[in-house]
Every structure is written in C-alpha cells, then in structure tokens.
C-alpha cells in the first residue's frame, strides 16, 4: 500500500496490519497552479464538490459570522442529490458568491486571488488534492485537524481544534 500522506499509511498498518508506506508526490502541475503577484487579497474561498463533508455551508457560517465575502465554488457528480447544492445556492447573497462549478481557469484564479481556502471538512481525509492545489497558488488554507489534514498543509495554512480558531 503507498499511501500520500503518513497518516494514511499508519491507518492502513493499524487497520489491516499489513506494510504500507508513505511515497511524497507532487500530485499538482505547479506550471498550471502557481502565484501571482495581487494587490490585495480581500474575498476567501471555499472548494469542493457540494457535499455537506466539504463543509460549503459551515465556512458560509463563519464568513458571515466574521462579516467578510466568501466565493463559493464546486460541482457536483451526476448521481448527487441536487439538495445540498441547491441550499447552498439559495444562500448565497450579498458578501458571499456562488460561482457553481468552473473550469480550471477560473478556479485556478479564484485561488490565485483569494485571502485562504476555508476548508472544514467533515470526514477524515488521507490526503486533499484541492488544498495542494491552492496552496501552489498562494492561497493558505484553514480547516479542522483531522485526518492528514495538518501533515498535508504544514506550514501553509492552520490545521484547528474549534470553532473558536477557525474563526481566529
């Protein structure tokens, strides 16, 4: 078993008591995801297929706890109720943007130019391609400490315990 992350390795050997080894991968095209230089960054983002576990309508709560804009942005896949994707939508106003899904240019962008990925998952992860994806742009990332999640973002963003430092 190669995993991407340590914490998924060690899972794997606790789960099924079998080898498994951690093998670091570049799993981004860092010529199609890198920085720019903006002026300011103002608006956070958050990404990811419109799931209640990629946690759209938790960073909608904080943003509009914190009073700061929010694009929102994630498809869904053809065999996913529409529910979850329609409630985010409809509460989508003022500061905070859906943009649904994009293609890579704009997404890509979005990260360029967004202030951090609001990411609180709600599953554990072993390893999390779209928070690779904008840390390559520039763009920290805030999410839960769960999972692999710490060990996948380092020292690019802040893996958090609470409600009380995610909104720090």
Not at 29 to 54: A, C, H, I, Q, W
Not at 155 to 161: F, L, M, Q, S, T
Request: proline share 4%; charged share 30%.
């Amino acid at each position: 078993m190669i995993s991407l992350s340590e914490w998924g390795a060690e899972r794997f050997r606790d789960r099924y008591h079998q080898e498994a080894r951690y093998q670091e991968t570049i799993v981004v095209n860092l010529d199609k995801y890198k920085p720019v230089e903006v002026e300011e960054k103002t608006r956070f983002l958050s990404l990811g297929l419109m799931l209640p576990l990629k946690g759209h309508l938790e960073a909608m709560r904080f943003c509009r706890k914190l009073g700061v804009p929010l694009d929102v942005v994630g498809g869904r896949m053809p065999t996913d109720s529409r529910v979850y994707e329609d409630t985010v939508r409809s509460l989508c106003f003022g500061a905070i943007k859906y943009w649904g899904d994009t293609d890579d240019d704009t997404k890509i962008h979005l990260m360029q130019t967004a202030k951090a990925l609001i990411y609180p998952q709600g599953q554990l992860e072993v390893h999390s391609h779209k928070s690779c994806e904008a840390i390559a742009c520039g763009c920290p990332v805030i999410t839960w400490n769960k999972g692999a999640m710490k060990e996948v973002i380092g020292e690019a963003g802040y893996a958090v315990d609470n409600e009380e430092e995610f909104l720090a």
